[in-house]
């Protein structure tokens, strides 16, 4: 590499890190998905690129080097032809001449070899002579020295002996005066040996005979100083014969034994021993003498014979050296007689192998010759074609497929700019792809798109461990099978034996799946994900936990996950190679249309399949064919002639290569064909695989809204099993459409809450029409968010009866092309609305699997096909009248120059069916209409989708199909859970109770909780052995116990042994993120919701136990009134509950009210009216009643103060209260319009007569019903607005739009507006030298901290708008916060982190924003000019620092205690403006506040009903008078609770109101308390626009 290329890789290096650093904060910021950038990855890619840069040149030149070596091979052999044919003329006569000469030299060896034979008889007949001389002297020699043996061991002990003897012991025997007869006797014999001769001496035995006495002359011998030295080389071989006499009698004589003699003296023993041991040799040594001659005369003899044999030897070695001179000529004229004879052959042969080769290979040259040079040019282009791969594997496995493509685009473009060597154009695929692996891993399960296979070939390219996102478990699926052949072992993080068992898959090197991991992994796989190994013994270890296992290289690692949007923090990421594997559009629909065609043209799809698998088979067995003809070329040395096998594997392998083509080229054809008819089914494939991502996203509204893509491919297996058939295939395919879209509908809405079906409808509709280009995304977004952003005449509102909020909304909907004015709309036959920006296939599909770049001409193909892929037909979706007319004007300019044109949509009670004015209702498409419906009415937007829906799909997607428990039962199995999932209210035990009794089966129940599990456990066991069912309730309260559900939901799946066949796992939860997806996923979900209306609601109550028993309602002791209470409790059972859908105006807090709570309350009510005297009157047992119903089973549920006043007035109200003293009257009914009654109820009444009264009521109930205003219906219908449009938005995430200005400008462009409008944070020490603390003015304390609340605000509003555009900008990381910051301001929502500082708030943000800025101006006046005359009570930060403010005020200046004093407030009249320019003596005057349910009458200075469709009025500025307890005013009043906002709950308090709570304040009021109760009345200091 070049240095300009080095240093160019490395500026790419650094461009790679930052491009990729901006990449994944607009990943963020659009898709909500994390994804980090670390200096790992930096390293990572260098230690990638280094490794691959080296593997692919050395693969690309070496091939390259083949390819050329082949030719030149071929080359060779053509050149080489014509020389060989004359060399070949040449050898003939050689050959000849050589023959001739040989033969002659054979004639003369055969001669002199006859000569040297018969010398070498002769010379061996001697040696074997002389052989049996030697044999005959070895003989004797062996028996001389086995004789020898005997004494030379004594010889020698004897020396030994003498050995140890010192001068010492020789003195010591010198100097015995008397020596022992032992000693003496030694001595005698060692003089007779050594020829000493005795002396004379005196007999001392006494007498006058002398005796010979050796002692003396022993004495002499031993005072010799070579003593021991002539002991040792004492001449032992000639000792006098008379010598020997002498010694061998000593040596018999028993004294003379070594034993005694050593009892005498050690040194005589050594004496004694060399005696005996000369004795010894010498007797041995006569012995050995004549064999010793024998043996000499033996050897002499024998060297005699050796010389003569020598004589001849020498003979013979010159017959045989003459004979050997011959036999080398011999061989030497046979060798070149061969070489002759083998150039001659390998002549012929060579020009034959060359008419082979150049047959065979001739045809290649020019391919090969295009292949050499091709792979020239990569050997070049690698130095960037691999930067790139490496930039790939080390960055983008977890981004899809357009964020890839967008950033690859801008590196290659640098590249080039760089002049680094690279490809025209960039495919990972084409660099590090081999087209047979990628076949193999498509035919175990890859879904066949370029996104999966890049990802595949990231995971094998990539050093570390790949942890793959895997939602719909393609990757899982395509893992298990293609690792199937080497022994997959296959785990999870919950399985008891993880441990052991992924240690042993390490050791043995088996390959080990990890699947359904989280967010976090187990710390103990930290060293196997860092390959953290080293050497131990010699082998390769790795230690995990406490255990040091030995690592074979031969391990590989899978990790995979089924979370949608996992958040992997960088200690996790650095770790591995994270891949999103989520399924693509193209991937789904390559699956889908494979089902399809297998299920129609079954022939066809065997058929592709067959060819799929033998055309895999044919490509294998050609690249191998070619890369061996290609190897046996370029290793064959010198020339490939030579070989013959060579020749023979190249001629074999191209014949086989030729035969594996042709059959390709007839699979290739017969491919196409197949392919061309299976291309008729892909309108139903493409259909079907965008609603998929319709309902996976269906899971952002509640966790339990999960679908698996196995149960998505069952339920399309169905559709085209059932769906009418047809030979016309557009017939068949509109009917496969059709039925497969309502059959989805079907199917989801049964696990869908009420409030989520005509969402699902919608969203499905929207997808449709979406990927067909017919809805514009723009459009789509406003109509679910209103717009974002400021506009400059946002205050001009052009007319009263319009909200600030719904006239800003107009000014942004302008700004969308059709409603712009002055530009060309598309009439409505063609589709209605623009087509949306090209790769954004999917109005719902938000996430990017679904915005594949191969989807745009996906989408071509279905609409160029016929109506057979339309679900409605263009009426259908658009308005009749085809002549539209463009209007010239802004839709903003057309309604404010005359807003009563628009006044008929505004007043229609059903606005949504109003034509529109010219030339509006012609130019719009009905999804357009709704757009405007938003803005002038969005209360009834939802009955407008409703329409909408109905129109363009068809009335049976707006009629969800009623719970069928038979229906959902089947679609289960033995492994299948069936999971209800639980709302308010809800309790499905007694459905299944009866539905197990009907078919006869067991069934035990547990409700789960603390402790349980165990339970569960073997209820489940015991359960799947027997055939019963299991019931599991309130599994969202086991949630430490969901991964064992989840492990046995599992293993009854993959156990061998299955459950048995009537077994059933029935499960309750509410909606928990803890719930295992995998059960959601593959079980069998419902909702069964409380009948929704009050009649629906009462008529359960009586067709349910205990009402259904005849003795419970046929024995009560007082009949009459039992039985009118009973319906006047059915009634108040069905009322709380349906107040719930009028969200504040009927409870603040949303309580679950159920069945349980009526049962008790039915029961009670009998008991006591069976236990009272029927003489007693009936308000005895009735106030019991009423405090068990209203404070105990149904009150004890309600935590706040004024929800509990609500019930008991609901309860207990003389004006229509089930349980009112008056309740039982002839003629009391329960509703203003006596719809509701129980005054024709009788003694004599039967059950079937309560019902039949109850099917006479409507479905339907008015407000008036609840104690409310009609107005309540509308906020009841803005309230499902509200819910239905964040519903879709939570599936939208956060894509964006598809048109006009990206995500980034438009956040820009709000952080901006927003920014430029606020002011600087408030001085504090001005405001504190201004307004210092003082005794009596407390104001300037609460002002002082309002300034500091509202600072700390601000900063963060500034600090996190300036970090913001800093990232926008690619300055900073884009973190979490700043994350949900930029998401929050593009739905128009209050940043949370903004949230967490401010007061609260339920506005818009623009809206919010406004407010604020209100607030600081109020502030900021008040520091400038002094505390106010009247106070905007809104604008405090803490509304109770400024009441307690007020009445500490008071208190110091009365001198009173502040603890009894209170408020009195008087409703100010409007009309003289002088009285609120002054302060009042004592309190504050108050205003700001709304009144929600209710206005207040400025003339008669009272409450008063709501105006129609008036939610909020403006209450009167109050006078806030402190006063003492025993001074208040009393007056006809009701006391309304005052709330920061319209939400009304919050954290419950200690005072036991809401810390959304302010104040309760008396306001006058001629009706009665109850009435204003009902009404759900209450003041707000904040509303929610």
Known sequence: ?????????????????????????????????????????????????????????????????????????????????????????????????????????????????????????????????????????????????????????????????????????????????????????????????????????????????????????????????????????????????????????????????????????????????????????????????????????????????????????????????????????????????????????????????????????????????????????????????????????????????????????????????????????????????????????????????????????????????????????????????????????????????????????????????????????????????????????????????????????????????????????????????????????????????????????????????????????????????????????????????????????????????????????????????????????????????????????????????????????????????????????????????????????????????????????????????????????????????????????????????????????????????????????????????????????????????????????????????????????????????????????????????????????YDSASPETESLPPPWNSSLTPFQKMLVLRCIRPDKLTRAVQIYVEKSMGREFIEPPAFDLETSFGDSSCVTPLVFVLSPGSDPMNVLLKYATTRGIGMDSLSLGQGQGAKAEQLIESASRDGKWVVLQNCHLAVSWMTTLERICEAFVTDATPPHENFRLWLTSYPSIAFPVSVLQNGVKMTNEPPKGVRANMMQSFTSDPISDPDFFDGCARPLAFKKLLVGLAFFHALIQERIKFGPLGWNIPYGFNDPDLKISLRQLRMFLDESSASAPLSTPLKTIVYLIGECNYGGRVTDGHDRRTLMSVLTDDAGGPFSGNATRAAYAFSPSGLFHCSEISEQSTREDILDYFKSLPAVSDPEVFGLHANADIAKDQKETDLLLEGVLLTQGNASSGGGKSKEETLAEVAAQIYESLPPLFDLEVANYKYPVMYYESMNSVLCQELVRYNRLLSVIHKSIDDFGLALRGRIVMTGDLDALGSAMYDGKIPAMWQQKSYPSLKPLAAYVTELLKRLRMLQNWIDHGAPSTFWITGFFFTHAFLTGVLQNFARKHKLPIDSIVFDFQAMPNGDETVFKTKPPDGAFCDGIFMEGCRFDFDAMKLTESAPKVLYTDAPTFWFKPTTVDKRDSFPHYLCPIYRTAERRGVLATTGHSSNFVINITIPSDEPENHWIKRGVAGLLSLSY
Not at 364 to 378: F, H, I, Q, T
Not at 395 to 416: D, H, N, Q, S
Not at 854 to 872: C, G, I, L, M, R
């Open 1 to 905: 590499m070049g240095s300009n290329d080095k240093t160019s890789c490395i500026d790419m290096c650094m461009v790679f890190h930052t491009s990729v650093r901006a990449l994944s904060e607009k990943f963020l910021a659009n898709q909500g998905r994390h994804m980090y950038v670390t200096p790992t990855s930096y390293l990572e890619l260098i230690g990638t690129y280094k490794t691959l840069l080296a593997e692919k040149r050395r693969a690309v030149s070496t091939l390259r080097d083949r390819y050329e070596s082949g030719l030149a091979q071929i080359f060779s052999a053509e050149s080489q032809v014509e020389t060989m044919k004359v060399e070949l003329i040449e050898l003939g006569p050689v050959l000849q001449r050589t023959q001739v000469e040989t033969d002659e030299i054979l004639v003369t060896v055969g001669l002199e070899t006859e000569s040297a034979n018969a010398v070498r008889a002769v010379v061996a007949k001697d040696e074997a002579f002389a052989a049996e001389r030697a044999e005959s002297a070895k003989a004797i020699k062996e028996d001389c020295e086995a004789e020898l043996a005997v004494a030379v061991p004594m010889l020698n002990d004897a020396l030994a002996a003498l050995d140890t003897l010192t001068k010492a012991d020789i003195t010591e025997v010198k100097a015995m005066k008397k020596p022992p007869a032992g000693v003496k006797l030694v001595m005698e014999a060692v003089c007779i040996l050594k020829g000493v001769k005795p002396e004379k001496v005196k007999d001392p035995n006494g007498g006058l005979r002398k005796v010979e006495d050796y002692w003396i002359p022993a004495q002499k011998l031993l005072g010799d100083g070579n003593f021991l030295t002539s002991l040792r080389e004492f001449d032992k071989d000639n000792m006098p014969n008379s010598v020997v006499r002498k010694i061998t009698k000593m040596v018999a004589l028993p004294e003379f034994q070594p034993d005694v003699i050593k009892k005498a003296s050690i040194a005589a023993f050594g004496l004694c021993c060399w005696a005996r041991a000369m004795e010894a040799y010498d007797r041995v040594a006569k012995i050995v003498a004549p064999k010793r001659e024998s043996l000499t005369k033996a050897e002499f003899e024998y060297s005699e014979l050796m010389a003569g044999l020598r004589e001849k030897r020498a003979k013979l070695t010159e017959v045989e050296d003459n004979l050997q001179a011959l036999k080398d000529k011999l061989t030497e004229m046979l060798i070149k007689k061969a070489k002759l004879e083998y150039d001659v052959d390998m002549c012929e042969k060579k020009l034959v192998r060359a008419e082979k080769l150049i047959g065979g290979l001739g045809g290649e040259k020019s391919r090969w010759k295009e292949v050499a040079l091709g792979l020239g040019v990569d050997y070049t282009n690698l130095t960037g074609d691999v930067l790139l791969c490496a930039g790939y594997i080390a960055y983008l496995g977890a981004f899809t497929l357009p964020y890839r493509e967008e950033v690859l685009g801008e590196w290659v473009k640098i590249l080039r700019e760089k002049n680094v060597p690279c490809g025209e154009t960039f495919k990972l695929i084409r660099v590090l792809g081999e087209p047979v692996v990628i076949r193999e891993w498509q035919i175990a399960g890859l879904p066949n798109d370029s996104f999966s296979i890049d990802n595949a070939i990231v995971m094998t390219k990539s050093r570390r461990w790949p942890l793959i996102i895997d939602p719909q478990a393609q990757a899982n699926k395509w893992i298990r099978q293609s690792e199937k052949r080497h022994g997959l072992v296959v785990v999870k993080l919950t399985d008891a034996d993880f441990a052991r068992r992924l240690e042993n898959a390490i050791s043995f090197g088996t390959p080990v799946l990890l699947e359904n991991v989280g967010e976090e992994l187990d710390p103990t796989l930290e060293p196997l994900l860092l390959k953290s190994t080293f050497k131990q013994g010699g082998s390769l270890c790795i230690r995990l936990g406490d255990a040091t296992i030995e690592y074979n290289p031969d391990f590989r690692f899978y990790i995979t996950s089924k979370l949608r949007n996992p958040h992997y923090l960088p200690e996790t990421s650095v770790k591995v190679t994270l891949l999103n594997m989520m399924i693509t559009i193209d991937g789904l629909t390559d699956q889908l249309l494979g089902i399809a065609v297998a299920k129609e043209r079954p022939d066809l799809e065997e058929e592709k399949v067959r060819l799929v698998l033998q055309g895999a088979e044919n490509a294998r067995s050609l690249k191998e064919v070619e890369d061996r003809i290609i190897e046996v070329l370029g290793s064959s040395e010198g020339s490939i002639l030579e070989s013959e096998t060579a020749i023979e594997i190249i001629s074999s392998a191209k014949t086989l290569s030729n035969e594996i083509a042709e059959k390709q080229a007839v699979a290739a054809i017969t491919e196409a064909a197949i392919d061309n008819t299976r291309l008729g089914y892909r309108p139903v494939a493409v259909h079907v695989a965008h609603l998929f991502f319709n309902v996976a996203q269906l899971c952002a509204i509640e966790p339990m809204y999960q679908y698996s893509l196995a149960w998505y491919a069952k339920l399309f297996d169905h559709a085209i099993l059932n769906a009418k058939q047809s030979a016309d295939l557009t017939a068949r395919l509109t009917s496969l459409i059709d039925f497969f879209t309502y059959s989805l509908y079907k199917n989801i809405c049964r696990s869908l809450f009420e409030k989520d079906k005509l969402l699902f409808s919608f969203t499905l509709a929207g997808t449709i029409f979406g990927y067909k280009g017919e809805l514009d995304h723009a459009e789509y977004r406003f109509l679910l968010t209103g717009g974002l952003g400021q506009k400059p005449c946002a205050d001009e509102i052009p007319c009263d009866w319009v909200s600030g909020k719904s006239w800003l909304e107009m000014l942004r909907l302008s700004d969308l092309s059709a409603f712009a004015g002055g530009v060309e709309v598309p009439s409505e036959k063609e589709g209605g609305a623009a087509p949306e920006k090209e790769g954004d296939t999917s109005v719902h599909a938000t996430d990017t699997e679904v915005k594949s770049t191969e989807a745009v001409s996906t989408d071509t193909e279905v609409k160029s096909t016929d109506t057979a892929a339309t679900v409605s037909t263009s009426t259908e979706t658009g308005s009749t009248d085809t002549d539209s007319v463009a209007p010239t004007e802004s839709f903003a300019s057309c309604f404010s120059r005359d807003p009563n044109a628009w006044r008929h949509v």
